[in-house]
């Protein structure tokens, strides 16, 4: 969601802002503006509805020689996308203030500040934020104070940058549940709210912690801690080079992310497993040591990783025969829970910044859990840093709002988790990991020829065209892959799609099946193969449009079923199926939401980092 670039530099920063903002595109938004300290001290702001090229068109221009600035790409929550709604806010002339969260008390605020004469021009909590810390200057005359003062009564999720008329040089900032890093340079350093913005620009990061206050020029770096004390933050080095944001030969970002899965699953594995074996604490010495006493295991997350959490039960389940649940993040923060003993609490967020997976997480750790794992893409990451232990999915940069790649790094990590698990059980004879790990090799190999059906994927996609629903079948393991695909149609082509466990057919998803509608079932050569192959009949005699992804291709040759559209996946150990199926619903989905002529990359009222509830 929401994109904060900051500069403070020896040279013109509007294009580094504005190429800052483009970086962040990928997170959602709808309006863009920035905020420039000129020689005299003044404030300038520009601001629109829209795209940021559309910024871009009435700055780069005018060849702005500030050296000071900040900027910021709006999702809106409080008031419509406008002009008048986009960020920075101004505050008397004298402050600019831009923002990523949400101020849950700001109705009580903005009341308060009326009545001491301020005025307002938006809809927005963050105009509040602004106008409040400036009320608390007029009364400390000092701005790193009145932060302090006006941050102590706000309630909710915030990372504010800030400009004062009275310290030209300077950018101020603090953070409370959203992401903030500063990025170093020669004589410019900056802030942003993902260090993607600044790849062109720095290599070297500082993660800011919950209450940090922050005050850079182009020479210098404070940083207090939330009890005002001088810290210092360590700093990360940022290997990935901006290339790795660039779309190639690709029409869009989903598409080469789809395409680069085989190479991410490669990136994943390396380092973790041997030829036929799982290496020692590749989850951490600190998580392996725990291993051993787990009785039970709760994952939580939201979204796309909620569906590999629920693939992972299955896995765990039926290796370890350990008890395990998958809640959605934003349930189980809201209700009373009562932890298993000995349970493993597992988080998993592509981002390490969902705002209901972190607090999740923060509540556990307070609650007697074993121990806290993340399982994350981003290093660095709020959800890394306050977790016991964090495992990376090494997925690499993922620009589509649409998951794909982070999802099946997810599905690796978490069997990777289960067969460590396993391990750990001492099981005599055991020969199931080392045919699990010969079997995870090939899925690169797997995958590629998936990819290979690209085509024939495309034209399936041609009858979708003038489709307003779909459902997706599956059972066991594949059940919450029917879900993940499903979730994917819906995401970028805007059809309504459901995914269903293909055993509660009849229990009233069979009512919406006629010719129109299009049924994709998940049929793989497992222990439920005839059962799906019932509920395919089921289908059939209603007349329903039937895609089935099949290992089995030749049964359903044999039994005719000429009116079945097939697509072929390769045969692989039971478990990892759910590996290779997600491959053509991603290709499914995407191609469907081209030929409808969607956003595919950055769909309508949807953010790739969900950082406020």
């Known amino acids: 969601m929401c994109g904060i670039v900051g500069t403070a530099a020896k040279r013109p920063i509007a294009k580094i802002l504005i190429d800052g903002l483009k970086q962040l595109e990928y997170r959602g938004y709808d309006s863009a503006g920035i905020a420039l300290i000129d020689a005299e001290g003044n404030i300038d702001r520009y601001r629109v509805a829209g795209k940021v090229r559309a910024l871009e068109e009435i700055t780069i221009p005018r060849q702005l020689p500030h050296q000071v600035g900040i900027a910021h790409t709006r999702w809106a929550t409080h008031g419509a996308p406008a002009e008048h709604n986009a960020h920075p806010f101004v505050s008397n002339n004298t402050l600019a203030l831009v923002h990523n969260g ?25 105009e509040v934020a602004a106008h409040l810390i400036h009320a ?77 206050i922050v005050d850079i020029t ?19 080095r940022f290997t990935m080079q901006a290339e790795a944001t660039e779309r190639g030969e690709h029409r869009h970002y989903m598409k080469k992310e789809i395409v680069e899965q085989p190479t991410a699953i490669t990136a994943c594995l390396k380092n973790r497993i041997t030829e036929n074996d799982i290496l020692p604490a590749l989850f951490g010495e600190q998580i392996d040591a725990v291993f051993p006493k787990v009785r039970h295991v709760t994952l939580i997350a939201c979204g796309t990783s909620y569906h590999a959490a629920s693939v992972a039960r299955y896995w765990i389940e039926s290796l370890t025969k350990i008890p395990c649940i998958v809640e959605i993040a934003s349930e189980f923060r809201y209700r009373d829970v009562a932890p298993t003993q000995n349970s493993l609490f597992i988080a998993l967020s592509q981002s390490g910044e969902t705002a209901d997976t972190l607090a999740a997480l923060r509540m556990a750790k307070h609650m007697g859990y074993l121990s806290t794992l993340a399982i ?42 289960a067969l460590t698990l396993r391990r750990h059980q001492n099981i005599p004879n055991d020969l199931l990991i080392a045919d699990c790990v010969l079997q995870l090799q090939r899925c690169p190999s797997f995958i590629q020829a998936l990819l290979q059906q690209d085509n024939q994927i495309i034209a399936l996609a041609q009858s979708f065209t003038n489709k307003s629903h779909a459902i997706f079948m599956g059972r066991g393991m594949l059940y919450p892959i029917a879900l993940e695909g499903a979730l994917k149609m819906k995401e970028i082509s805007y059809i309504h799609a459901e995914g269903y466990p293909a055993g509660e057919l009849k229990h009233g998803p069979l009512a919406l099946v006629d010719h129109a509608m299009p049924i994709i079932s998940l049929v793989p050569h497992d222990a439920l193969f005839d059962k799906n192959l019932s509920n395919i009949q089921e289908v059939r005699a209603r007349g329903g449009q039937l895609i089935v992804l099949t290992d089995r291709v030749d049964q359903f040759q044999q039994i005719a079923f000429s009116d079945i559209a097939i697509i072929p996946v390769p045969t692989i150990h039971p478990l990892l199926t759910p590996i290779l199926y997600t491959i053509p619903l991603q290709l499914l989905a995407y191609h469907v939401a081209v030929l409808k002529g969607t956003d595919v990359d950055q769909p309508r009222n949807l953010a790739k980092s969900v950082t406020v509830e």
Not at 188 to 203: G, I, K, M, R
Not at 382 to 404: F, N
């Open 136 to 212: 608390y200057l007029q009364e400390s005359h000092d701005l790193l104070t009145a932060i302090r003062s006006a941050t102590s009564v706000l309630e909710g999720a915030y990372a504010f940058c800030i400009l004062d008329t009275h310290h030209p040089e300077h950018i101020y900032a603090i953070r409370k549940g959203s992401p903030l890093v500063i990025g170093r340079g020669n004589d410019e350093n900056f802030l942003a709210s993902d260090p993607l913005a600044l790849l062109n620009v720095a290599q070297d990061f500082i993660y800011l912690e919950d209450g940090d």
């Open 376 to 417: 994350c893409n981003v290093p660095g990451s709020s959800l890394a840093r306050e977790a016991k232990g964090h495992c990376l999915t090494h997925a690499g940069i993922e620009i589509g709002v649409a998951s794909t790649k982070a999802f099946s790094t997810q599905l690796i990590t978490l069997l990777l988790l």
């Open 102 to 126: 949400i101020i849950e008390n700001y109705l009580q605020l903005r009341e308060q500040l009326l009545n001491k004469g301020y005025v307002f021009v938006s809809e927005t909590d963050t």
């Open 218 to 236: 182009a020479n210098t770096i404070t940083i207090h801690d939330h009890m005002q004390q001088p810290t210092d933050r360590a700093v990360h």
